[in-house]
């Protein structure tokens, strides 16, 4: 098999790469090891910059994120016996969408599949070959057990942290510079409306809380959680009493309502440079990933995808080497200072551990952070700024 972008991965990532190079008049073909259901079922982000939603709707992938996303113009940040909003637009001008990512790419394999895209479901044993030479290769097994090649001339590593792609690259040539954090996030999906115009950030003794929402009947919750608990350790009615006791506010309820899922995420700053090996190139997860504490997942996998995308077209269609040597670089701007604000949203809201000398201490600074960020307006606007993504220009 040849096409111009073999791309590995259908996650959001892979998806609107194949969206953008068929655009501007490129082949591609998608390689993904898991089956279509099982990427159309994964629950996961759903806070959308502005800029991010501004490439979907460019690129013809945002129709029902525009019937059906809600605006949010702000935020709440908590803590105990004090609730205090974040205007995003009077800080800095600009909103965030909410919409699940599971409806993003629900939206786009429609879309992609509509227009004949090629995507190779439940492949094993991938691979990317010779991506330091003209003539790079991924080989992969497909689903009914047939060994494949496709010959590309350029591969596009979406596979998220996962994936193989990363790895591909020499050891030799790429630093690694990462932070594991002590906690994790145990995540609820519920079939129950939102108790919130806003999401919820709270900071409390028993560990962080969030409320987060995906539709006006669904509801996504989180509760931080040691990196090592298990998820059978919780059963529906502690999760709903420890939300309900670090988010208490007094005038306020919480509503519970059915579990439709419910997992633990271990949090982590992860960051592999370059983004670039030849003729390889990573985009979102794959090369990076941050704490969702700042809901930059996705954008920042939008953000990479849009560059690259007008990097390979730059050189595809005019012969111009000038985006895709830069492509490594201007992405990774991007990607430290989503990985700062994430880790700093983290340290801010996550409660030390149980047995951390220091934590009374580190509490208390966590408390007059949290008071300093929402009565300075110079605060808010930096919080604004990097919640929303304005505080660099979206390619
Ligand atoms: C619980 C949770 C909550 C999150 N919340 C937010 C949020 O609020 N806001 C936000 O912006 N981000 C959030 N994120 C992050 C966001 O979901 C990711 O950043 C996003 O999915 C990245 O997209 P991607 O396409 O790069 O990678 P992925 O979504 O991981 O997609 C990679 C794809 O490659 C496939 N693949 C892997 N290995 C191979 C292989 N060897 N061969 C072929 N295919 C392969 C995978 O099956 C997958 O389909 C959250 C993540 C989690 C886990």
């Given at each position: 098999m040849r096409t111009q972008v073999a791309i590995v991965g259908s996650g959001p990532s892979g998806l609107l790469l194949s969206q953008i190079l068929a655009q501007h008049g490129i082949e591609s073909v998608i390689v993904e090891n898991r089956s279509r259901e099982y990427?159309?079922?994964?629950?996961?982000?759903?806070?959308?910059?502005?800029?991010?939603?501004?490439?979907?709707?460019?690129?013809?992938?945002?129709?029902?994120?525009?019937?059906?996303?809600?605006?949010?113009?702000?935020?709440?940040?908590?803590?105990?016996?004090?609730?205090?909003?974040?205007?995003?637009?009077?800080?800095?001008?600009?909103?965030?969408?909410?919409?699940?990512?599971t409806e993003i790419t629900k939206d786009m394999i429609e879309i992609r599949q509509a227009a004949g895209q090629q995507i190779f479901w439940e492949v094993s044993d991938t691979a990317i070959v010779d991506a330091d030479t003209d003539r790079p290769k991924v080989t992969f097994v497909d689903a009914d057990g047939?060994?494949?090649?496709?010959?590309?001339?350029?591969?596009?590593?979406?596979?998220?942290?996962?994936?193989?792609?990363?790895?591909?690259?020499?050891?030799?040539?790429?630093?690694?510079?990462?932070?594991?954090?002590?906690?994790?996030?145990?995540?609820?999906?519920?079939?129950?409306?939102?108790?919130?115009?806003?999401?919820?950030?709270?900071?409390?003794?028993?560990?962080?809380?969030?409320?987060?929402?995906?539709?006006?009947?669904?509801?996504?919750?989180?509760?931080?959680?040691?990196?090592?608990?298990?998820?059978?350790?919780?059963?529906?009615?502690?999760?709903?009493?420890?939300?309900?006791?670090?988010?208490?506010?007094?005038?306020?309820s919480l509503a519970s309502g059915p579990t439709l899922e419910k997992s633990i995420t271990p949090m982590r700053s992860f960051v592999s440079a370059p983004m670039r090996w030849g003729r390889l190139f990573l985009a979102g997860d794959a090369s990076h990933i941050v704490p969702p504490t700042g809901a930059k997942g996705l954008n920042l996998a939008i953000a990479d995808v849009k560059?690259?995308?007008?990097?390979?077209?730059?050189k595809i269609n005019d012969g111009s080497d000038d985006l895709i040597d830069r492509y490594s670089d201007d992405a990774l701007e991007r990607v430290w200072q989503s990985t700062h604000f994430s880790w700093w949203m983290t340290s801010m809201l996550h409660v030390p551990a149980a047995d951390d000398p220091d934590r009374d201490f580190l509490l208390q600074m966590q408390l007059t952070q949290l008071h300093n960020v929402t009565s300075s307006p110079t605060s808010m606007r930096y919080l604004a700024e990097n919640y929303t993504g304005a505080v660099l220009p979206w390619p």
């Open positions: 990427v159309l079922a994964r629950i996961r982000a759903g806070v959308i910059e502005h800029g991010g939603v501004d490439v979907l709707t460019e690129y013809g992938v945002a129709d029902r994120l525009h019937r059906e996303g809600q605006r949010h113009d702000g935020v709440y940040l908590q803590w105990p016996g004090e609730r205090r909003r974040i205007d995003f637009v009077e800080s800095c001008g600009h909103s965030v969408w909410v919409y699940g990512q047939n060994a494949q090649v496709i010959e590309a001339d350029y591969v596009a590593g979406c596979d998220g942290f996962h994936g193989v792609s990363r790895e591909t690259i020499p050891a030799s040539i790429r630093s690694v510079r990462q932070r594991i954090y002590p906690y994790a996030w145990l995540g609820i999906l519920a079939e129950v409306a939102p108790s919130t115009d806003e999401l919820i950030y709270a900071l409390h003794p028993d560990g962080f809380a969030m409320h987060s929402m995906r539709s006006e009947k669904v509801s996504r919750l989180y509760l931080q959680v040691a990196p090592d608990d298990d998820i059978a350790n919780w059963s529906d009615d502690r999760i709903w009493d420890g939300l309900s006791t670090r988010m208490a506010l007094d005038g306020w560059r690259l995308g007008l990097a390979l077209a730059s």
